[in-house]
């Protein structure tokens, strides 16, 4: 089946707002076998909608439309789906009241434009939106099926996973169930992976299971999509590959589906009745920041100390050394059963690519004092990025007895 993803906004089309809506949703149609074949992005502008809507119609099969759906007057989907299907807007009665109940539950008055958002093509058929006020819709528009959804992120996913994808395997004739399997790494870059996974029969054209992977620095994510009749088919497909998948990448997982390393961190602490201090250089508070709003964290997270000079800290260099000092200082003072301490020294001048830091870890609790040092390259951000991700991970790996030096592919001797 032949799929097409069109967006509409001027703020997309100039590039002011980043598309990340198309990335999702190109992502999540490939985790269920179906294929995008085009990409459009259209501004706010009636007729180079309605010509985009007539040609989408002639070449896909079926047509996800993003954006426009909402109560002001470059919002158009509505009118132009209506105009290409040849038919008028109808007031739904049923969305209508939907949005007046849903305003008198935050004590607020509708205001008289968001009407327009109950007006849909007269032959459309209802897509329910539960978290927003944008009212989504099919309708046929040539020989493709059009599925209207909102712009707002958080409401497009939900109605695409629940509603739109389910009705797109159903006119694909796409039958049993699907799973994406998830892996998170943090170590390892993507050929290495691949390397490390490339002979597995599972992962060959005729093996069953589609291997993919997606690097967003400082992480990579290895991705397992599989197929099957029915859930007890597919959990027996992919256990044993799952099972293989882990013995391969090793220590270098830090996480697995939904999961976070910030959350299998604390859910550790948690379960051990452990408290946690960091103190991090130059990172400007982001460690302390992945792990302080999780729920549960109150619990947990005892403080956390940023500073920009090693002298704030009371140790003259960044070095191992040093990292131990602070670590064990601060889990003195904090009274915290682990102590966390990410010194970074920059290299000077200008931010450029070949610009680098070297990182020294600390992490001390009741018993003992560990250590790491690496160099990152790449310019500040990346360094800071990639400092931040290590020093997590070697706190992950202390709290499970695993090696914390292990060599990652970003650093530089």
């Excluded at 007006?119 to 209207?148: Q, S």
């Excluded at 990448?249 to 996480?255: E, V």
């Excluded at 920041?289 to 005892?302: I, V």
């Excluded at 090693?310 to 602070?326: C, H, M, N, Q, R």
Aim: charged share 25%.
């Amino acid at each position: 089946m032949r799929v097409e993803i069109l967006c509409t906004g001027d703020e997309i089309l100039s590039g002011k707002t980043i598309n990340t809506n198309y990335s999702y949703m190109a992502r999540r149609l490939g985790d269920v076998g179906l294929t995008v074949h085009w990409g459009t992005t259209v501004g706010d502008d009636r007729a180079s909608l309605l010509k985009a809507f007539h040609q989408a119609s002639e070449r896909a099969d079926a047509v996800i439309v993003n954006g426009g759906l909402g109560p002001t007057v470059d919002d158009l989907s509505q009118e132009v789906a209506a105009e290409a299907c040849g038919v008028e807007l109808v007031l739904s009665d049923y969305w209508m009241t939907r949005m007046e109940q849903s305003y008198a539950r935050r004590g607020r008055v509708m205001p008289p434009n968001n009407r327009k958002q109950a007006m849909l093509p007269a032959n459309a058929e209802f897509i329910d939106n539960p978290i927003g006020t944008a009212c989504g819709f099919a309708v046929t528009i040539g020989k493709a099926r059009f599925f209207f959804t909102p712009g707002v992120p958080r409401e497009m996913r939900r109605m695409l996973d629940e509603q739109v994808i389910p009705r797109l395997l159903k006119i694909g004739g796409i039958t049993g169930v699907t799973r994406l399997k998830r892996f998170h790494t943090f170590g390892i870059g993507e050929s290495r992976a691949d390397n490390m996974l490339a002979d597995m029969e599972a992962f060959k054209p005729d093996g069953g299971i589609k291997l993919g992977f997606q690097a967003h620095y400082p992480q990579l994510e290895t991705k397992l999509a599989a197929r099957g009749a029915d859930e007890a088919e597919l959990a027996s497909l992919l256990a044993p590959i799952e099972a293989e998948v882990r013995k391969r990448l090793g220590n270098f997982i830090i996480a697995e589906d939904d999961q976070t390393l910030e959350g299998v961190i604390l859910a550790i602490l948690l379960e051990r009745a452990h408290t946690l201090s960091t103190a991090e250089m130059f990172t400007g508070g982001h460690l302390a920041a992945r792990l302080a709003p999780l729920a549960g964290a109150e619990k947990a997270f005892r403080r956390g100390v940023v500073v920009r000079e090693p002298a704030e800290l009371g140790i003259a260099d960044v070095s191992t050394a040093a990292a131990e000092t602070v670590s064990r200082s601060l889990r003195e003072t904090s009274r915290s059963s682990h102590a966390l301490a990410l010194l970074i020294e920059l290299d000077q001048g200008a931010d450029r690519p070949d610009f680098g830091g070297t990182i020294a870890i600390g992490i001390a609790d009741a018993d003992t004092v560990v250590s790491r040092q690496a160099r990152l390259i790449g310019g500040r951000e990346w360094v800071r990025a990639g400092a931040v991700e290590l020093g997590l991970d070697c706190l992950r790996r202390h709290l499970l007895d695993l090696p914390v030096d292990e060599r990652i592919d970003f650093e530089r001797r």
